[in-house]
């Protein structure tokens, strides 16, 4: 397997057991910000659940075809939804929801060939290879993992 498909991919799945580990907080912790003016550990967690799914029927179907890529859904507008949602949900139930999109977003980048993380497409005008695009999701990931795990602290 090709170096970058498997550190993208070890990367989403520690990511689902960390997320899992979350289930020791109390909801309390889950629901309070993060920092003033900063969303919950809640709203962190479910933010990611339409980013997944968009990067799974949006971005990786279309990649390497000669169709275009579809256009990317307002940022503000798709996080505040997230947000909202997470607020009535359950912390179990966005959990579940977390999970079932990552394991989604696994199983999509499985079936990407080596060959592919090699290969370039284009956002816009600006030219990527498959392994930079990930890299950029898994550091705004690891972002937010850290601003969770030094509340948490």
């Known amino acids: 397997m ?18 899992e580990s979350l289930a020791n907080v109390t909801e309390e912790q889950w629901r309070t910000p993060i920092a003033a003016g900063k969303w919950s550990i809640a709203e962190v967690i479910g933010h990611f659940i339409p980013w997944d799914e968009f990067v799974i029927s949006k971005r990786i179907p279309f990649l390497f075809t000669e169709t275009g890529l579809p256009k990317a859904p307002n940022v503000k507008e798709m996080n505040a939804n997230a947000a909202h949602s997470s607020r009535l949900q ?4 966005t959990m579940a929801k977390f999970l079932n999109s990552r394991r989604q977003l696994v199983n999509a980048l499985h079936h990407l060939t080596d060959e592919q993380w090699q290969q370039s497409f284009y956002i816009g005008e600006s030219e990527l290879i498959l392994y930079r695009y990930f890299s950029g999701l898994v550091a705004h990931d690891l972002h937010h993992f850290c601003q969770i795990q030094k509340v948490l602290k």
């Open 90 to 93: 359950s912390k179990e139930e």
């Open 2 to 19: 090709n170096q970058d498909k498997k550190q993208i991919l070890a990367h989403y799945e520690n990511s689902m057991m960390w997320v």
